[in-house]
């Protein structure tokens, strides 16, 4: 086994482990990737202010999110699929989390159910909502949440229609996958994944398959899904959602100040600033440009999470300085459950855990309550410059000459 000293190491891992459809799956963007880089590129232009000869002793990355206690400001972002990453992925993903003290975020697209999640875990986990056409199911299936005790509901407000893939159309994406030559060659070369999928009988759409009328195995399910994503879907369908689901709603996928502002006024707990990974909008900017933006505009009013672009502890911090105050991994989390399982996505806590508490110590902050802009330096004048402009900020920004 090597030496895993960082997110990129079980990347490479994953990359060698999972099969190519999957693992493309996880690690690309929409169209020509442009955002998708983006999200991680932009984060080399945020640098750090190091402080010296401060007292570093008792710190703590112990914080809430929407008023659950978390060990860190991350949480586990839904990803679809997860279980094609790693057999049982999201069930593996769900228990590392638990241990580690982070919320775990259930996909409506998992391979493994709610109520596979809900069997194999002892505390609640939140579950992400896509709005369909069927609101019959779309009931259900928040009733189903609730049911299992889910403690918050995240809805998803930026896939109405599908990003193109190019990746996944050229591999030919499915759950599970079609045994074409080139896929049984690929997974062919994949034992320790081939072995895991064996040994479980969770290789469909979990919360889907058997749950919607007419649908009872992957051909039906593909016709249900191609046509169910609802593109009139509109803010005045969120009240719906919320009275159904009659608990803590958080609101994902803003990227524009206009539209946080309509977060606010649906009285959400929370709304995260996120493109998806880079996903949906190829050409749009990446999360960690708009999030002060917006953190300045309703901040104040509605609790700012951020995702997008996370691959270290030290993004995290950077994140919480731009004014979030919780932030999401979706990849860097795939990306241990691929290349170790459950033990990988517990490394992948780890490692962001490190980090944070080490640059959060080197900066001069022992609690999160100390991050704030201050600690933050950038070299490109297109940070600089809008930021040091905000009157009656607390915190000053410096731009690197």
């Known amino acids: 086994m090597p030496v895993i000293t960082c997110i990129e190491d079980l990347r490479v ?97 998992s391979i493994c159910s709610i109520e596979d999640v809900a069997a194999n875990t002892a505390k609640p986990f939140w579950f992400q909502l896509y709005v369909m056409k069927d609101r019959d199911f779309i009931e259900r299936l928040i009733g189903r949440a609730k049911d299992a005790g889910c403690s918050a509901l995240v809805l998803t407000l930026d896939l109405q229609i599908i990003g193109q ?16 030559i080139p896929n049984i060659i690929n997974m062919s070369t994949k034992l320790r994944w081939g072995l895991g999928m064996l040994q479980t009988k969770r290789h469909e759409f979990g919360n889907i ?44 996928g803003i990227l524009d100040v206009e539209d946080a502002k309509r977060a606010v006024d649906t009285g959400a707990e929370a709304l995260i600033v996120s493109n998806h990974g880079g996903r949906q909008l190829d050409g749009a900017r990446s999360s960690i440009r708009l999030l002060p933006e917006i953190v300045d505009a309703v901040g104040d009013q509605i609790e700012v999470q951020f995702d997008s672009g996370i691959r270290s502890g030290q993004d995290v911090l950077k994140a919480l300085a731009l004014g979030a105050k919780g932030t999401y991994i979706g990849r860097a ?17 780890e490692l962001i855990h490190k980090e944070f508490d080490t640059t959060m110590a080197l900066c001069g902050c022992r609690r999160i309550e100390e991050i704030d802009r201050s600690i933050l330096l950038f070299e490109d004048d297109s940070w600089a410059a809008p930021l040091a402009e905000e009157a009656g900020k607390p915190s000053p920004v410096r731009a690197v000459n």
């Not at 880089?37 to 999110?65: E, H, P, W, Y």
């Not at 893939?165 to 074409?180: C, E, F, I, V, Y």
């Not at 989390?333 to 806590?349: D, E, I, N, P």
């Open 165 to 180: 893939r190019h990746k996944d159309l050229k591999n030919g994406l499915s759950a599970p996958p079609k045994l074409t």
């Open 333 to 349: 989390f795939l990306y241990g459950l691929g290349a170790m399982g459950q033990a990988g996505v517990t490394k992948t806590l």
């Open 209 to 252: 398959v058997g749950h919607v009328k007419g649908v009872t195995d992957m051909s039906s399910l593909s016709a249900w899904t191609a046509e169910q994503f609802d593109p009139s879907f509109t803010w005045d369908d969120i009240k719906w959602i919320q009275d159904v689901w009659g608990g803590p709603l958080i609101l994902k």
């Open 13 to 109: 891992l994953a990359e060698r482990r999972v099969p190519r459809m999957f693992y493309d799956y996880a690690d690309s963007g929409s169209w020509t990737e442009s955002t998708y880089r983006r999200n991680t590129s932009d984060f080399d232009d945020i640098l750090f202010r190091q402080r010296v000869a401060v007292d570093m002793a008792g710190r703590s990355a112990v914080t809430k999110m929407i008023g659950q206690d978390v060990s860190m400001p991350v949480a586990l972002a839904p990803t679809g699929l997860t279980g094609m990453q790693h057999a049982d992925g999201e069930i593996l993903a769900a228990k590392a989390a638990e241990a580690f003290g982070v919320p775990f975020t259930l996909s409506t697209m």
